[in-house]
C-alpha cells in the first residue's frame, strides 16, 4: 500500500508536532518595531499552502485582533491598504509571484511590511528596505511547512501586542499533535482505531466535501480540501454553515445517481452554538433524504488551538492514506509544475 511515497512523505507528516517547539526557538528572541497605534488594518498576502497559514490564523485571533483583518490571495492589493496598514508577506519559497507584486503595492503605499519564508525574493526584498523578515526551515513542500509559518507570525502577534499570549495553547497543542502522530501512524492500520485511515477508506472512489458550522474552523476546512488534492490527487469540495444553508443545501437535490459519488464530512466541535447544532442535524437529515452519505470528525483538545490543529492533523493523514489508496505519490505536483513552467515560458 505504501509502495507510492518514494518520496517518504509521511516523515512530513511525522514532523508537524516539531514544528511547534521549532517555532518557539525561532521567535524566542526576536524582536519588532511596529508601532500598533498606527496600525489601522491587518493584510496577509500568500496562495496556496502559504495562504492557509493566513487564513486560519486570522479565523483563530478573529475574536481578538481589534482592527479589520483581509486575507489577500492576488497580485493585487484592495484599495484601502496605505500607511496605516501592517502588510505581511507568506510565501514559503519567498518567490510566489503573486504575493511578490502585492508585497510590492504595499511597499509602495508606505505599508508596514514584514516578511515571513525559507528566503527568496521576500527576504531580498526585507532586506534592501530594512523590514522584518522570519528565516524559515526549507526543503519542505509547501503544505508541509504550515507550523512553520503559522506559529511564527502567531508569536510575532504576541511580540507586538496586539493579543495575549498563547504560549499555554502553543504546549497542549504540540501535546495533542504528538499524540495524533502516534495514533495515525500506519502501525495503527490494522491493531487499533485508525480514524485517519478510516475516512480515507470511506472517501475511496467518491468526492468529499467538507462542512464546518464554527467560525474558526472555516479555513480547517479548507485545508482538507486543498490536501485531498494536493496529496490525494483527488476533487473535493468544502463550505461552511450557516451560509450553506442559504444556497447550497439546495444542490443535494439532485439526481440520486450524481448524489452517491459524494461523501459530507462534518468537522464538529463543542464550542458550536445551539443553533448551528440544530441546523447541522437538519442538514444531516435532508443528505439521508437524497441519498447522501455522510459522517463526522470531532476537534480534540480543549484550546481552540489545539482543536483548530487537531482537525488539520486529521485531514493531513486521511489525504495520506487516501493519496496511498489512489496510487499516487503525495509528493508530486506535476499539474502545479506544468503550469508554472508555461508561464516562465511566456515571460521568457
Not at 492576488?74 to 504575493?99: C, R
Not at 515571513?116 to 523578515?133: N, Q, T, Y
Amino acid at each position: 500500500m505504501f509502495d507510492n511515497d518514494r518520496s517518504n512523505f509521511i516523515a512530513y507528516l511525522n514532523e508537524l508536532p516539531e514544528q511547534v517547539n521549532v517555532s518557539e526557538t525561532l521567535m524566542e528572541k526576536k524582536k519588532f518595531k511596529v508601532k500598533t497605534a498606527d496600525i489601522h488594518n491587518i493584510v496577509l498576502s500568500g496562495m496556496g499552502g502559504s495562504a492557509i497559514a493566513g487564513e486560519l490564523l486570522l479565523d483563530y485571533l478573529a475574536d481578538e485582533l481589534k482592527v479589520p483583518t483581509y486575507m489577500n490571495r492576488n497580485y493585487h492589493l484592495p484599495a484601502f491598504v496605505n500607511e496605516k496598514s501592517l502588510f505581511i508577506a507568506i510565501s514559503y519559497s519567498g518567490d510566489t509571484e503573486e504575493t511578490l507584486s502585492a508585497m510590492q503595492e504595499a511597499i509602495d503605499r508606505s505599508a508596514t511590511v514584514i516578511g515571513i519564508s525559507s528566503g527568496g525574493e521576500v527576504e531580498s526584498k526585507c532586506r534592501m528596505h530594512d523590514f522584518p523578515h522570519i528565516a524559515i526551515k526549507s526543503g519542505l513542500p509547501p503544505r508541509q511547512a504550515l507550523g512553520y509559518l503559522f506559529f511564527p507570525l502567531l508569536i510575532f502577534f504576541e511580540k507586538i501586542g496586539m493579543i495575549s499570549s498563547k504560549a499555554a495553547d502553543r504546549k497542549e497543542t504540540g501535546t495533542v499533535l504528538n499524540d495524533l502522530v502516534e495514533r495515525y501512524s500506519p502501525e495503527k492500520n490494522f491493531r487499533h482505531h485508525n480514524m485517519a485511515n478510516n475516512i480515507s477508506q470511506s472517501i475511496y472512489h467518491a468526492i468529499p466535501v467538507i462542512y464546518s458550522g464554527v467560525p474558526y474552523l472555516g479555513g480547517v476546512t479548507v485545508r482538507w480540501r486543498n490536501q485531498f488534492s494536493e496529496n490525494a490527487k483527488s476533487m473535493a469540495f468544502s463550505n461552511v454553515l450557516p451560509e450553506l444553508n442559504h444556497n447550497e443545501i439546495m444542490g443535494w437535490e439532485g439526481l440520486h445517481e450524481v448524489n452517491k459519488h459524494f461523501r459530507v464530512i462534518f468537522l464538529r466541535d463543542s464550542d458550536e452554538g445551539d443553533r448551528i447544532k440544530q441546523r447541522i442535524e437538519i442538514t444531516k437529515k435532508i443528505l439521508k433524504k437524497n441519498n447522501v452519505l455522510f459522517g463526522e470528525v470531532y476537534a480534540e483538545g480543549e484550546s481552540r488551538l489545539a482543536k483548530i490543529f487537531s482537525l488539520i492533523s486529521a485531514g493531513d493523514w486521511a489525504s495520506y492514506y487516501w493519496a496511498m489508496l489512489n496510487e499516487k505519490d503525495p509528493f508530486r505536483i506535476d499539474s502545479i509544475d506544468q503550469l508554472k513552467q508555461r508561464l516562465n515560458e511566456v515571460n521568457a
